[in-house]
């Protein structure tokens, strides 16, 4: 093969948002967390990202480009990465082509790498979680890595510590691991997604005028100033981590309810707690989640439970389709959107669950009637930006289909 | 004597804020804390109780009014504060006037009671700890009880918890104690006003949409759910408590700074990590606290400390009168008043430190330049209601002017 041959390779990864939350490291290099953490997989028809990875002898340098745009690669959490997925490189063949590189051949081999999020990436929701998972699970298999996934989970783990969630579908357990060099600091899958298939989850995207701290300030600020913070990892998060695993395996919703919800409050406890205060939480957030508050106690027992990452956006999982058309309902009742936005482009995702709420328009959404477990009923018309309606969903895949490549098989350059 | 004789007593308490904060009992009908606080006593010419109690033999029942109103006095706090101190009356006489009440004749005679509060009674400004100390340091003298300041502190406790601060003036000190019957739960004052009496108090009276959880009701639900109260209460505020009362001694601000702050946040934290959550402060809190960390640490030493009670109002402790003035260009730089609101009305008490701060009008309000150390120069206007500027001050005082008394010295009813 006379022409410098592109050998790509395409995957899928999802996001994934906490129900028991990981906040602080204890070895910042390696990303070793405080405590487990258990999360619920994201479908990705609605958040994941797609990542296309190639390697040719006619690249001259490691490049990617995020969401079209080129960004430096040379951060200490993708050398990281790419380090780690090179010493596990394995060879590869493609006699067809006449593509033939061994072992030791990728040390020298460049790589172009383009990811592309089916979301916005800056509206915090998890970005850097797909993206890194996405990155590692690619290069593993363009590389012909032969380690499984959670041995993968380790080392986008030193990416984004979140990311090593992402490499499972279902509900997945990080273990924050006992040994010093991060090996056993990895992610398995308590159950896959169809063993709680009726769950329903929708993210408000919410909209803020304040700078966030970034996670990873703020937890390295929580570990250095927080005096509940230990206490959190060491005493709490253990016991609610056997109680969610059991709440889970038995899709007991009232439990997995009671135990998202409080991990959640606690997470920003202990971000309050810390020097500077760190607020994620804004009055939109506070407002959503005395909705919910409010509306499980009239019912008696927990319809939705709530969890909020580094952001105000609220992540409301339903117990079945009915709670999840209900709750939104009462979510568009208290945030309907601003008059010159459609419908379509303010409930996004899986919009089968409008129609079971019976919205068709925005008239629908301005007839709604207040919540009766409600006296006050306000309304707060733009405070979100957005919904977004999904479930529990897959794992990473790979793509096989050559035109959802994010780069050239000619160039390797992005498309 | 024929006609029938009112004999009357007027006293002046102040309120007070804590700088370690008092949340969760562990005893409710005693109001036993589950740890020792700190308090600030605020001058009483800017926030205080006035109260005039009254004893006659025309009475024919124990009456209240407050701010004018009558109240039923039939709730267990005010008949705790009556029944304890009557069974430490004492005769008393007044020849001139031909009165004599004997020591037994005070569980027979009942009592008027008229309390005002020069401040905003809803406004979240602890109204009912200057209130009950007023009511119980009022009838003491009243009824010549012999007890010290300390001693009727463990009434005024069993009233509102917070009361037993407002006995003493400057700075007090509330012993949680430790035997069953209470009765070692009482204040004792730290230092006098006099002591550090540089410090200047801006307090920001915040706009609210939201009805706020009762401190009673949200301590109670924090005592019950919260896994972090109990670390906090036993092993965080014993050392906070011995470094705060050392800060106070020697006028250490930046450590006095550190742990006010520090305290308020972790109040808050174990309120967020109460179930269901209670949130006190709200997005306009959260910029106050913002204003006064990005300065603080541009200034590289504390020049001023915040705290927050059960509700969205910051109280800001500042250094001296120099700090006092930049905070008060910055506060009203970020949240300058409605445009149909008078100065003269927005920032109330002490208003040299206007003066200091160079404002005179409306005019230099909208001139104020930006805080340097702030890069977003959003303004805030209408998300305070007022500002109060005060300083630390007195103890309660007996007024002995008659005009200043609420009841009528003949009929025994509000004038």
């Known amino acids: 093969m006379s022409e410098p041959w592109v050998k790509m390779v395409t995957a899928q990864t999802p996001t994934n948002i906490a129900v028991i939350k990981y906040w602080g490291k204890r070895d910042e290099t390696l990303i070793l967390p405080v405590n487990d953490s258990i999360s619920i997989t994201l479908d990705p028809a609605h958040l994941c990202t797609t990542t296309t990875v190639a390697v040719s002898p006619s690249f001259v340098q490691d490049r990617m480009w995020l969401n079209g745009k080129e960004i430096s690669l040379s951060g200490g959490r993708y050398q990281n990465c790419l380090r780690e997925i090179r010493a596990r490189a394995c060879d590869i063949e493609d006699k067809e082509r006449g593509i033939k590189i061994s072992k030791k051949d990728w040390e ?9 999020n089916n979301f916005p990436t800056a509206a915090g929701l998890a970005s850097s979680a797909a993206g890194f998972a996405c990155l590692v699970f690619a290069l593993a298999k363009l590389m012909n890595a032969k380690e499984d996934n959670s041995e993968l989970s380790a080392i986008a783990r ?29 992610a398995i899958q308590v159950v896959d997604e169809k063993h709680w298939h009726d769950l329903v989850i ?12 970034s996670s990873t300030t703020g937890m390295h600020e929580t570990v250095e100033t927080s005096l509940l913070l230990q206490h959190r990892a ?14 889970i395996k038995n899709r007991d919703f009232a439990s997995f309810a009671h135990l998202t919800c409080a991990d959640s409050n606690q997470f920003h406890a202990v971000c309050l707690d810390t020097c500077p205060p760190i607020f994620y939480m804004n009055d939109t957030s506070h407002r959503i989640i005395s ?57 996004l995702g899986d919009k089968s669950i409008l129609k079971d709420a019976g919205i068709e328009d925005l008239k629908d959404v301005e007839a709604l009637p207040p919540p009766s477990e ?11 930006s957005y919904f977004i309606c999904t479930r529990p969903g897959r794992g990473p895949v790979l793509l096989s289909d050559e035109s959802q490549a994010l780069l050239s098989p000619e160039t390797g350059l992005p498309k």
């Open 234 to 247: 060491k005493e709490i998060v253990p016991k609610r981590i056997v109680q969610m695993e059991m709440s």
């Open 202 to 213: 929708i993210i408000a995207v919410v909209s803020s005028r304040e700078k966030e701290t």
């Open 374 to 384: 409600i006296k006050d009923a306000a309304r707060y018309k733009g405070d979100v």
């Open 108 to 116: 020298k081999l460049h790589v172009h790498i383009a990811s592309y």
């Open 158 to 186: 030193q990416g984004s510590g979140s990311a090593c969630r992402s490499l499972f579908g279902g509900f997945v357990k990080w273990n924050m691991g006992k040994v010093e060099d991060g090996s056993d600091s990895l």
């Open 291 to 347: 909705c919910v508050e409010k509306w499980n106690r009239s019912e008696g027992t927990p319809q939705v439970a709530y969890t909020f990452d580094a952001g105000p956006n609220a992540v409301l999982i339903a117990h079945n389709r009915k709670a999840a058309a209900q709750l939104l309902q009462k979510l568009l009742f208290y945030f309907p959107p601003n008059s010159d936005t459609q419908l379509n482009s303010y409930v």
